[in-house]
């Protein structure tokens, strides 16, 4: 095993780095987005199959934030505007629309994340941070 399990998650790492590879390229990123997973906050128009593709560029998503834990934005669909909740664990993959290159990633549907997230889902991003334990330990 390459990444040590007392370590933070290296996928928000990834999903940015590509994000900024991808647009430094002049393509078009696009992440999927496990629509099931608790706490994604999307239209349910778009949702198919349990699944959604967004368009992540800097023109399409307003006020675009990635951190280690939330992927958020807002949005246009049919001329109306959203607010995107998407905790990074429910991302599949991101990639470029244009020539298709990117990365997959599972979705681990961690019951205790679920259930705290699955209270809070009318939270704002910010009380999400907020209400959520930390997954840092204490070292001497």
């Known amino acids: 095993m390459i990444f040590d399990?007392?370590?933070?998650?290296?996928?928000?790492?990834?999903i940015q780095a590509l994000h900024q590879w991808i647009t430094d390229?002049?393509?078009?990123?696009?992440?999927v987005v496990d629509a099931t997973y608790n706490g994604t906050r999307v239209p349910d128009g778009v949702i198919e199959d349990g699944k959604v593709?967004?368009?992540?560029?800097?023109?399409?998503?307003?006020?675009?934030?990635?951190?280690?834990?939330?992927?958020?934005?807002?949005a246009r669909f049919s001329g109306?505007?959203?607010a995107i909740i998407v905790?990074?664990?429910?991302v599949t993959a991101i990639y470029a629309?244009?020539?298709?290159?990117?990365m997959m990633f599972e979705v681990d549907h961690d019951e205790v994340i679920a259930e705290e997230t699955?209270?809070?889902?009318?939270?704002?991003p910010e009380q999400l941070k907020?209400?959520?334990?930390?997954?840092?330990?204490?070292?001497?």
């Open 5 to 14: 399990p007392d370590m933070t998650s290296v996928k928000p790492y990834f």
């Open 25 to 31: 390229n002049g393509m078009t990123p696009l992440v």
């Open 53 to 74: 593709t967004l368009n992540v560029s800097y023109d399409a998503a307003d006020h675009i934030q990635m951190d280690d834990e939330l992927l958020t934005f807002n």
């Open 80 to 82: 109306v505007s959203h």
């Open 87 to 90: 905790p990074m664990e429910a």
């Open 97 to 102: 629309r244009e020539n298709g290159k990117g």
């Open 118 to 124: 699955k209270s809070n889902e009318k939270q704002t």
């Open 130 to 140: 907020q209400t959520r334990k930390s997954h840092l330990k204490l070292v001497d």
